[in-house]
């Protein structure tokens, strides 16, 4: 079997990043991915814009050229995809890792779910957090009309779509949704949008609201999903109201695969699923085995996303090389 210098799980940009770090410092890499690259970009809204500008979303030094400040969710598979062509990284696709294995001899051995296995000197878990969305665990949450993604309007055209989350992605797709003629209830538990919605989305989505033409039910949380109807309670008053609801979306939000870390030996806080690492090498309690991106943030991800994640690339390049490992500009250890 060939043993790899080092095997990065995760072909998002922190991990086409790190892979690009193996590169430049001559080590043989190997990215495994169960899906295709950048496949959680893949699975973004379709009309999605980033919120940090397309300079704060470059990876390897190449520049992201496009005529707007912001990308969009096409223009950022475009580039992550040319970069990873330019660069020549070497991929091994839709592979789903189910496990990682150090042995007497230091390396490790990385094991698929179909059986596959893989060996290096080194490991980076850079699975970000996009795959497990956050579950109200209520009863109905499976139900084949509710969905924890959205991808496009078309679909729920003269619909009642009711949306539960009052973040960025309940925002943006209550807006595409009203603008094609669906009929939108957003349900959040607190008394108002989250305060990390994007700025330019703040005054749109109020003064629908305020016209009527997006409905919301704040204070309120989710207690039943049927077909074609959903109820939720006043978390101040106790009253329980029923809304129609030919389409659900639980927008409110991810979280990284506590399972993987856990079956890859990392040690996790088990409140916060912070896991164990070293805040400067990103080294976790298994030495040789790192975490890169979003994937060590626990229930705080919005503390980390691409424009800081990639930089824990560098870092890990620099200790893995024996060099003075460079600063990150911001650590979670703020956390």
Same mark, same amino acid.
């Given at each position: 079997? +060939? !043993?790899?210098?080092?095997?990065?799980?995760?072909?998002?940009?922190?991990?086409?990043?790190?892979?690009?770090?193996?590169?430049?410092?001559?080590?043989? =890499?190997?990215?495994?991915?169960?899906?295709?690259?950048? $496949?959680?970009?893949?699975?973004?809204?379709?009309?999605?814009?980033?919120?940090?500008?397309?300079?704060?979303?470059?990876?390897?030094?190449?520049?992201?050229?496009?005529?707007?400040?912001?990308?969009?969710?096409?223009?950022?598979?475009?580039?992550? @995809?040319?970069?990873?062509?330019?660069?020549?990284?070497?991929?091994?696709?839709?592979?789903?890792?189910?496990?990682?294995?150090?042995?007497?001899?230091?390396?490790?051995?990385? %094991?698929?779910?179909?059986?596959?296995?893989?060996?290096?000197?080194?490991?980076?878990?850079?699975?970000?957090?996009?795959?497990?969305? /956050?579950?109200?665990?209520?009863?109905?949450?499976? &139900?084949? =009309?509710?969905?924890? %993604?959205?991808?496009?309007?078309?679909?729920?055209?003269?619909?009642?779509?009711?949306?539960?989350?009052?973040?960025?992605?309940?925002?943006?797709?209550? &807006?595409?949704? %009203?603008?094609?003629?669906?009929?939108?209830?957003?349900?959040?538990?607190?008394?108002?949008? /989250?305060?990390?919605?994007?700025?330019?989305?703040?005054? #749109?989505?109020?003064?629908?609201?305020?016209?009527?033409?997006?409905?919301?039910?704040?204070?309120?949380?989710?207690?039943?999903?049927?077909?074609? @109807?959903?109820?939720?309670?006043?978390?101040?008053?106790?009253?329980? $109201?029923?809304?129609?609801?030919?389409?659900?979306?639980?927008?409110?939000?991810?979280?990284? #695969?506590?399972?993987?870390?856990?079956?890859?030996?990392?040690?996790?806080?088990?409140?916060?699923?912070?896991?164990?690492? #070293?805040? $400067?090498?990103?080294?976790?309690? !298994?030495?040789?085995?790192? &975490?890169?991106?979003?994937?060590?943030?626990?229930?705080?991800? $919005?503390?980390?996303? !691409?424009?800081?994640?990639?930089? +824990?690339?560098?870092?890990?390049?620099? +200790?893995?090389?024996? @060099?003075?490992? /460079?600063?990150?500009?911001?650590?979670?250890? @703020?956390?």
């Amino acid at each position: 079997m +060939h !043993i790899h210098d080092v095997i990065i799980i995760g072909g998002g940009p922190c991990g086409l990043a790190m892979a690009i770090e193996a590169t430049k410092n001559g080590l043989d =890499h190997l990215i495994l991915e169960k899906g295709n690259i950048t $496949e959680s970009i893949r699975n973004y809204p379709r009309r999605m814009r980033f919120f940090s500008t397309a300079e704060n979303i470059e990876i390897g030094g190449i520049p992201f050229a496009i005529s707007e400040v912001k990308a969009n969710r096409n223009e950022a598979l475009q580039y992550y @995809r040319k970069v990873a062509g330019y660069f020549n990284l070497n991929f091994k696709l839709f592979v789903d890792v189910e496990r990682t294995e150090k042995q007497t001899d230091g390396t490790f051995l990385v %094991y698929a779910n179909d059986g596959q296995i893989f060996q290096s000197k080194t490991v980076v878990l850079a699975t970000g957090y996009f795959d497990v969305p /956050r579950k109200l665990n209520v009863p109905g949450e499976n &139900l084949p =009309h509710v969905s924890h %993604y959205y991808d496009e309007p078309f679909k729920y055209s003269y619909t009642n779509v009711v949306l539960v989350g009052g973040s960025n992605s309940s925002v943006e797709a209550a &807006l595409e949704l %009203y603008r094609h003629d669906a009929h939108v209830t957003i349900v959040h538990k607190e008394a108002d949008f /989250r305060t990390k919605v994007k700025y330019w989305l703040v005054p #749109d989505v109020k003064n629908r609201v305020k016209e009527g033409k997006i409905h919301t039910r704040f204070n309120n949380i989710t207690k039943v999903i049927e077909p074609g @109807r959903i109820q939720i309670e006043n978390i101040e008053t106790g009253e329980l $109201e029923w809304l129609p609801a030919d389409f659900v979306f639980l927008l409110v939000g991810y979280l990284p #695969d506590e399972h993987l870390l856990f079956r890859c030996g990392i040690v996790l806080d088990p409140q916060t699923k912070v896991p164990t690492f #070293d805040p $400067e090498t990103f080294e976790t309690n !298994i030495p040789g085995l790192y &975490l890169c991106g979003t994937v060590m943030a626990g229930v705080f991800t $919005e503390k980390i996303f !691409i424009e800081n994640g990639r930089d +824990h690339a560098a870092a890990i390049a620099d +200790h893995l090389m024996g @060099r003075e490992v /460079r600063k990150v500009k911001e650590l979670i250890d @703020r956390i």
